[in-house]
C-alpha cells in the first residue's frame, strides 16, 4: 500500500483529496466539495473521509482548511457533537443474561429523545427540574475564567437573542437522532461504555444564529457564493470574533455533557457489580468543530464537519452503526488529511429514504443480539441506512490504527 491513499479530484479551485476507495460517495456530496473547494480562502486544498455525504452548505465527514475566515455552516449546528469511551474492568461473563434491565436504568437516568414543542416542562429530552448535580456543573464546571454559566452569560451580552436556548436544561442530555449510548464488548470480552452526543439545544440555537448572521453579511456585501450556506465570516470582524467565542463556548458545553452523561451510566453500572472500576483507555473527542491548528506551512482555522483529529499517537473513535462495530483507533498524524480520519460510517441514503425502503422486521434482524429499540420511530437509524463500516476502514488505513474493535450490546436511542 503507498503511503497515502487518497484519490485526487480536480476542480476549478483548491484540489480535493478524497479517502473514498471503495465506499460510494453520491454526486451531491462531489458537488458541495467542489463548492467548497472553490472558495478563495481555502488553503492547499480540500480533504473528503470515507464517510462523507451530503449534509447543508458542506459535506459530513469534509475537513476544510481555511486562511482568515470561517464558515459557520460547515461547523454546523451541532457543535462540538462528539464521542466519548471508557474502558470498564468488566467481562461479558458479568454481565446478566438478559440487559433489558440495564437498558432500562440508563434510559431513565438520562434525557434522551424529543416530546413538546421545546417548552422542558413537556419535553422528555430535557431536564424539567434541574437536578442539583447538573446545577453545580453548570455553575461550576472551569470555562476560560470562570463557569459554563459566567461564560454563556458573557454570550448573551452581545447576543440576547441567544436567552431562548435550553442551556442548562440540557445539560447531561443526550438528544436524538444519531446519538446514542452504548454498552459494548471488545476483542478481549471488555466492557465499554460508549456514547454519541453535542451541544444539544443551545448548540444548535448558536449555530443557526450565527449561519443566518454570516449570510446578511454577504448580503450587505454584494458577495455570491455557490451555495448561501458557505457564507463566511472574514477574521477580523466583529461576527467573527463573536462566533469564534460562541462556538468555543458550546464546544466546552459538548463536552462536559458527554462527560456527565459518561458518569451517570458508570455511576449506574458501579451499583449493578461489585469490584466494578474504570479501566486505563478514556477518550473524549469531537468530531463537529472548528480549531486554529497549523497544517501544511500555514496557520489556519480547520473545520473538521463529521471528522475526528487524527494526530499521531492521538487516540479517536468511529462508531459504525446500531448493528455494526466500532474502533478506538490511533491516529497517524497523516498531513494530506489534515491529521483527520472519519467519524464514523456515514449515511449511505436519507432518513425519509431508510424508512421507505426497511421495515421493522428488517431492523430487527439486523440488530439481533443487541439490547435496543426495535420499533418503526428508530429505523431512520437502522445499520442498513449506513455506509458498510468495514469499507470505511479499509480505506482509511493510512490515516488510523485499530486498537480496539468494540461490539454493542446495549444501544440506547432517543
Known amino acids: 500500500m503507498s503511503e497515502n491513499q487518497y484519490n485526487y479530484m480536480p476542480t476549478e479551485g483548491v484540489p480535493i483529496y478524497a479517502w473514498t476507495d471503495n465506499v460510494p460517495v453520491e454526486d451531491a456530496a462531489e458537488q458541495q466539495l467542489r463548492n467548497v473547494a472553490s472558495l478563495p480562502f481555502i488553503h492547499h486544498h480540500v480533504a473528503a473521509m470515507p464517510d462523507v455525504h451530503w449534509g447543508k452548505g458542506a459535506t459530513v465527514g469534509s475537513v476544510i482548511p481555511c486562511r482568515g475566515a470561517i464558515i459557520p455552516a460547515a461547523v454546523g449546528v451541532d457543535i462540538g457533537c462528539g464521542m466519548m469511551a471508557v474502558q470498564t474492568s468488566l467481562t461479558s461473563q458479568q454481565l446478566p443474561d438478559s440487559l433489558h434491565g440495564l437498558r432500562s436504568d440508563i434510559e431513565r437516568a438520562i434525557p434522551h429523545g424529543r416530546t413538546g414543542r421545546g417548552d422542558v416542562k413537556s419535553d422528555r429530552g430535557a431536564w424539567g427540574n434541574v437536578p442539583d448535580d447538573i446545577g453545580a456543573t453548570w455553575t461550576a464546571k472551569p470555562y476560560r475564567d470562570g463557569s459554563l454559566e459566567e461564560g454563556f452569560t458573557a454570550l448573551l451580552e452581545r447576543h440576547p437573542k441567544l436567552s431562548k436556548a435550553n442551556s442548562v436544561h440540557h445539560l447531561g442530555t443526550l438528544g436524538t437522532g444519531n446519538h446514542f449510548i452504548e454498552v459494548c464488548l471488545d476483542e478481549s470480552d471488555r466492557v465499554w461504555v460508549m456514547l454519541h452526543s453535542g451541544s444539544r439545544g443551545v448548540g444548535n440555537r448558536i449555530g443557526s444564529y450565527f449561519i443566518e448572521l454570516a449570510k446578511k453579511d454577504m448580503e450587505r456585501f454584494f458577495i455570491t457564493l455557490p451555495d448561501k450556506d458557505l457564507a463566511y465570516f472574514p477574521e477580523g470582524t466583529d461576527h467573527f470574533i463573536d462566533y469564534v467565542q460562541a462556538v468555543s463556548w458550546a464546544q466546552a458545553f459538548a463536552r462536559t455533557n458527554r462527560e456527565v452523561m459518561m458518569d451517570?451510566?458508570?455511576?449506574?453500572?458501579?451499583?449493578?457489580?461489585?469490584?466494578?472500576?474504570?479501566?486505563?483507555?478514556?477518550?473524549?473527542?469531537?468530531?463537529?468543530?472548528?480549531?486554529?491548528?497549523?497544517?501544511?506551512?500555514?496557520?489556519?482555522?480547520?473545520?473538521?464537519?463529521?471528522?475526528?483529529?487524527?494526530?499521531?499517537?492521538?487516540?479517536?473513535?468511529?462508531?459504525?452503526?446500531?448493528?455494526?462495530?466500532?474502533?478506538?483507533?490511533?491516529g497517524k498524524g497523516n498531513p494530506m488529511s489534515f491529521c483527520s480520519c472519519s467519524h464514523g460510517a456515514g449515511r449511505a441514503m436519507s432518513r425519509n429514504e431508510a424508512k421507505r425502503r426497511f421495515t421493522v422486521e428488517d431492523h430487527e434482524k439486523a440488530t439481533e443480539g443487541v439490547e435496543c429499540r426495535k420499533d418503526a420511530e428508530v429505523i431512520d437509524e437502522t445499520p442498513m441506512a449506513y455506509k458498510d463500516i468495514d469499507a470505511v476502514m479499509a480505506a482509511q488505513a493510512d490515516l488510523v490504527e485499530v486498537v480496539h474493535t468494540l461490539k454493542q450490546v446495549v444501544c440506547v436511542k432517543g
Open 264 to 330: 451517570r451510566v458508570l455511576n449506574i453500572i458501579a451499583m449493578a457489580f461489585t469490584g466494578f472500576e474504570v479501566g486505563d483507555v478514556a477518550v473524549n473527542c469531537h468530531h463537529n468543530y472548528v480549531a486554529q491548528e497549523k497544517h501544511l506551512g500555514a496557520k489556519v482555522w480547520l473545520t473538521r464537519k463529521g471528522a475526528v483529529s487524527a494526530k499521531a499517537g492521538e487516540l479517536g473513535i468511529i462508531p459504525g452503526s446500531m448493528g455494526a462495530r466500532s474502533f478506538i483507533v490511533r
